[in-house]
C-alpha cells in the first residue's frame, strides 16, 4: 500500500478519535458516596461540591502524599458526568476514587485505583493521569471541605 495512503489513513483515523474524545467530555453533575459509615449511598448535588468535581479539570487532586492513617474510613465516590447530547448516552459514571476525611484535621486523601484495582480501567477509559494512577493524593482543601460537610 502507499506510504501516503497509509499515513493519511492513519491521520484522519487519529483525528477522529481524538475529535470524538474532546467532545465526549462533560460535567460532574452528581457524586455518589459509598462507605463504612453511610447506610446507604449518599448522591451529592450540591453545586460547591461539584464545582470542583470536574473529572477532567482534576480540581479536587492538590498533588501526591503518603497513604492516610489505615483506621479511617475509605469512602468510594463516583462521579458521574452528563456526556454531550450528540452521544445519546446521558448520564454516567466515568470515574472513581476512594477518600478519606481525617476528622481531626478536615483534611481529606484521595486514592486514585491502580492497575488491577478496582475503577482503574474506568478511569483510564476517561482520563489518563500520568504516574498518579495507584497513589495517594491530597485532596484540595475547597473541595474537601464541600465534601466534608455531606459526610459523618
Known amino acids: 500500500m502507499n506510504t501516503i495512503l497509509v499515513r493519511g489513513l492513519l491521520a484522519m483515523a487519529l483525528t477522529i478519535g481524538l475529535v470524538g474524545t474532546l467532545h465526549a467530555k462533560g460535567p460532574t453533575v452528581k457524586l455518589t458516596v459509598t462507605g463504612p459509615t453511610l447506610s446507604q449511598p449518599l448522591d451529592i448535588t450540591d453545586s460547591r461540591v461539584l464545582m470542583s ?20 474510613p475509605r469512602y468510594k465516590v463516583a462521579f ?32 486514585l485505583p491502580g492497575r488491577g484495582e478496582e475503577g482503574y480501567w ?10 498518579q494512577d495507584g497513589t495517594w493524593q491530597v485532596a484540595s482543601p475547597s473541595w474537601a471541605n464541600a465534601l466534608n460537610k455531606h459526610l459523618p
Open 53 to 72: 468535581s470536574q473529572v477532567f479539570a482534576g480540581a479536587f487532586l492538590a498533588g501526591g502524599s503518603i497513604a492516610p492513617d489505615a483506621s479511617l
Open 80 to 111: 458521574h458526568v452528563e456526556l454531550p447530547k450528540w452521544m445519546n448516552a446521558g448520564v454516567q459514571v466515568k470515574y472513581v476514587v476512594l477518600y478519606v476525611k481525617d476528622a481531626r484535621t478536615g483534611q481529606g486523601f484521595v486514592y
Open 122 to 131: 474506568l478511569n483510564v477509559g476517561t482520563i489518563l493521569r500520568d504516574g
